[in-house]
């Protein structure tokens, strides 16, 4: 299987364009999130879900829309792009909760830029 | 306020040599304690984590993690680092009944020669 796969790698914005960061998983995984990341700051939680359906707000929600129509799929909105939603992006996929004590596997990465 | 504390920025080790990576938290109550490795140019690979039961932990890749209550520690070990341990390393907290982690702001390893 391939894991949790990521799209695109690279993308770049310019301010008030929008766009959705892609994230699929293939091993059945309930539980999905999206991470940022930022120098000097580790890894941000922005949106997760617990099941196909059901999703709720991490740490810095605040410009970002999620949805989970499907349970292999959580893709990641900007309506609104903003210079400070320069970040890398991840997409982490566990079978339950991190927290259970299933493994949290995370995607390569998406790396945003919004000029 | 709770939080979870890498105090080392940037570590550079000999290969060979011995490593330990430090990590502290802040929470009331003792929480699930992981340790993630980050490749240049990757996503995070879990390589151990703390639920309960014994306080050291064996990871892959040759690692081990103990965790010190009372000094909320849970600091990562290595006896003989490679050179292809060099990579950022991060250490994250999940507390019971909450459904995600909380990352420290992670430790970058370069290894010499």
């Known amino acids: 299987n391939a894991g949790v796969t990521q799209t695109p790698k690279f993308q770049v914005l310019k301010t008030g364009q929008s766009m959705t960061l892609q994230c699929a998983q293939d091993?059945?995984?309930?539980?999905m999130s999206w991470y940022r990341q930022d120098p000097g700051m580790g890894l941000r939680l922005i949106h997760y879900?617990?099941?196909?359906?059901?999703?709720d707000q991490g740490e810095v929600p605040n410009g970002y829309n999620v949805s989970r129509s499907t349970t292999e799929d959580f893709p990641l909105r900007l309506l609104s792009a903003a210079p400070s939603q320069t970040s890398v992006y991840f997409c982490?996929?566990?079978?339950?909760?991190?927290?259970?004590?299933?493994?949290?596997?995370f995607g390569p990465g998406t790396r945003l830029t919004v000029l | 306020a709770q939080s979870v504390t890498q105090p080392d920025i940037h570590i550079t080790v000999s290969e060979g040599a011995s490593l330990e990576l430090r990590c502290n938290y802040s929470y009331g109550a003792t929480p699930y304690l992981f340790w993630y490795v980050q490749s240049p140019g990757q996503g995070l690979q879990l390589l151990l984590k703390?639920?309960?039961?014994?306080?050291l932990v064996q990871g892959i890749k040759g690692f081990e993690a103990e965790f010190k209550r009372s000094q909320s520690s849970f600091n990562l070990r290595k006896p003989s680092v490679h050179w292809s341990d060099a990579a950022e390393y991060f250490c994250?907290?999940?507390?019971?009944?909450?459904?995600?982690?909380?990352f420290g702001t992670g430790t970058r390893l370069t290894v010499i020669p």
């Open positions: 994250a907290v999940g507390l019971t009944g909450a459904n995600n982690l909380f």
């Open positions: 982490a996929s566990s079978l339950r909760s991190p927290t259970s004590g299933d493994t949290q596997y």
């Open positions: 879900s617990v099941g196909a359906g059901i999703t």
């Open positions: 703390y639920f309960s039961g014994d306080t």
């Open positions: 091993m059945n995984h309930e539980y």
